[in-house]
């Protein structure tokens, strides 16, 4: 079974904090997802990258950044937490879209920001 | 521009009643794949099904059934018998190959009242 590891099921961060939100997955998937889940906005996609060291925008980018420097880990990254950041956060992995996987989901990372 | 549209918010029903949940998308890409993820409470989502934009054969996997229609974009999942485990929200997804990206609905989310 595909594995997606996310670091912290709940995690309570305070205004400004840089905080870390990490995925790990086992199938040697070249592509990673981050979304966000709000209610009545379903999934938003934040980044996501395609192999090591690349990585894309998604829809809403502004206040993340991204890292990957393995290929099985993909690390989000809020520089400096703010109020309006409180979400689910879901990480995802797939293979290659051309081979028409779906994309196999960890079990989200619920932060809260005070 | 690819979006996905679930216009139902929140559905209950009875026990052992049918449901069935809409998804339209829309994509100018001709090769597209749609998908149907379940997010019980526990808050992973779980795959149900993939479709790709050249196969409008419905499908039936026990109490579940999808059905696939291009000439209304639409991708319609319907449950039969629906049993309280059935309880949770429903997200639509379009993977269009011109994007490189998994555009999700805002979900359904379905409670099934015992």
């Known amino acids: 079974d595909v594995k997606v590891t996310q670091s912290s099921r709940y995690l309570v961060k305070r205004t400004g904090e840089k905080v870390f939100l990490e995925c790990v997955q086992d199938m040697d998937h070249e592509n990673m997802f981050w979304y966000r889940q709000d209610p009545g906005l379903g999934l938003r996609l934040i980044y996501f990258?395609?192999?090591?060291?690349?990585?894309e925008k998604g829809d809403i980018p502004e206040g993340y950044s991204v890292s990957r420097e393995k290929k099985e880990r993909f690390s989000l990254i809020l520089e400096s937490a703010s109020t309006n950041q409180t979400s689910m956060y879901l990480c995802a992995t797939g293979a290659r879209w051309g081979e028409a996987t779906e994309a196999f989901f960890g079990q989200g990372t619920r932060l809260t920001v005070v | 521009a690819q979006k996905v549209t679930q216009a139902q918010t929140e559905i209950s029903v009875v026990e052992k009643e049918d449901v069935t949940l809409d998804c339209v998308y829309e994509t100018r890409d001709t090769t597209y794949y749609l998908f149907w993820y379940k997010q019980p409470p526990s808050g992973e989502l779980v795959f149900l099904i993939r479709?790709?934009?050249?196969?409008?054969q419905n499908e039936i996997s026990g109490r579940y059934s999808w059905n696939f229609q291009k000439s209304t974009s639409s991708f319609n999942f319907t449950i039969t018998a629906s049993q309280v485990v059935d309880s949770a929200v429903y997200f639509c997804?379009?993977?269009?190959?011109?994007?490189?990206?998994?555009?999700f609905g805002t979900g359904t989310r379905l409670t099934v009242i015992p």
């Open positions: 479709r790709n934009s050249f196969d409008e």
């Open positions: 990258s395609y192999d090591v060291k690349m990585k």
């Open positions: 997804a379009l993977y269009a190959t011109g994007a490189n990206n998994l555009f």
